[in-house]
């Protein structure tokens, strides 16, 4: 009896899960983006360990709530261009991660640098048809003017994912597609992929002597 | 007022300085290799570009700390806002020179109301009235008016710009209100605080850069050069199609270096369509 209990029960999360999954798939790219933007900017402004600067935990925030979102694939071919059909599966799969560690970080950090700036989602241009979309978000402080940041978006799948940043006009995928770029004329794919490595490391460090002091 | 600047190892700091300038030259004239087109003086660049890294370690960045520090939120908000209400000015100025006389109007009212009911400039009230701040110069506006980049100068002291921004920045230096002020010593201490305000406002995005880039040179010239085309266009530049590089057929037999390089350039050369001022008087009209 209890048994049969536990089983339905289980089966109705199993089809909630399901359920809201297939949901989300749905979810328009920019109510994707104004969710999960006003979702995390308020997790960390509530958070008193993000706030007295804890790094770490804002960077497990970003891969909770913010990795899902984005198609490091994606990003990571797009910003090695050409070079990308000379790298060998292993190599591509060693570059996004590394490329993902390295653009999480930066995410966190410019997360935990964010006070009180409001956002002004702007409606989304385009038909229901496209597959490729820039979603507008803009920065609002006093004073100043309002920063753009435009999240590029393709849908795939498994719903609509980001696959470049681009942050006052300033593209992500296209900066780094020359430090790329310099780096395999240089030294090869597996040079590229060291450097990432090195910079990935002395981060590290660097955040484990800031948290210790 | 004596800042928290740390005076001892100041002579250090400087003998780090000039050998950092000397490798980088060195070094500088090594990599002139292969130049990329928009960056032909790259050696020069790099060896200014360590020489203004330098000077900011050792002045403009304790300084701005010690400015972030000391001087609370509030303070620092109407000082940001005091300079930028001058700046208004000439953002106007050059909005009409570039034919968009609904944002020079949007500017000059800016200017207006802020400095009366803002009681001179400390309070951005206009922000809050609907007048939105905008971000012109003289480089913009040759942008606009269709010159081209021409290539990439690290100036020293003003850090990256163009050939066209350098003779923008001129114009900017020549007619800028603060600069032309006459009293001698409330001069040199506005610039100083202007100077030391936006070194301030910059201290985050120093830090992501630090992070982010794998050779800051390289990735601050890169984002300069998309950062100064976004601004040409006000923020809608027509969009590069990425996605579509994905597309590109393999690379079968390597290219000759100039014809990959040109390839690349060809996504910030700002070119203004042909029908531009058309388009222009037409939204002119419409607007009105």
Known sequence: ??????????????LVAIGTSGARAEVPPDVLVKRVTLEVVDLVAQDKDIRAGDKRKVIDLVELKVLP???FNSMTALAMGRNWSHASPEQKKQLTEEFKTLLVRTYASALAAYSDQKFDFRPLRSRPTDTDVMVQVRVIQGGAQPISLDYGMEKTADGWKVYDVVVGGVSLVVNY???FNH????????GLIRSLRAKNQALERSDAEAGKR | MTLPYPRAGLRGRLKRLALVLVLAGASGCATVGEADPRDPFEGLNRAVYAFNDGVDEIIAKPVATAYVTVVPVPVRDRVRNFFGNIADL????NNLLQGKLGDAGNDWARFVFNTTF???????????MGFEKHNEDFGQTFGRWGVGNGPYIVLPFLGPSTLRDTVGTVLDIRVDPVGNHNETRERNALVALRLTSQRADLLDAGKLLEEAALDKYLFTRDAYLQRRRSLIYDGSPPRERIPESRLEPPEVSPRAPAARQASVSGNYAP????NYAQVMA???RARK
């Open chain 1, 1 to 14: 009896m209890m048994l049969r209990w536990v089983r339905s029960v289980m089966a109705g999360a199993a």
């Open chain 1, 69 to 71: 979102h984005f198609n």
């Open chain 1, 177 to 179: 597609r020359t430090e």
């Open chain 1, 183 to 190: 780096q395999v004329r240089d030294s090869g794919v597996d």
């Open chain 2, 90 to 93: 000439l953002i106007g100025a």
């Open chain 2, 118 to 128: 803002g009681l001179f400039g400390i309070h951005d009230v206009a922000t809050e």
């Open chain 2, 271 to 274: 070119r203004v369509p042909a």
């Open chain 2, 282 to 284: 037409a939204l002119e």
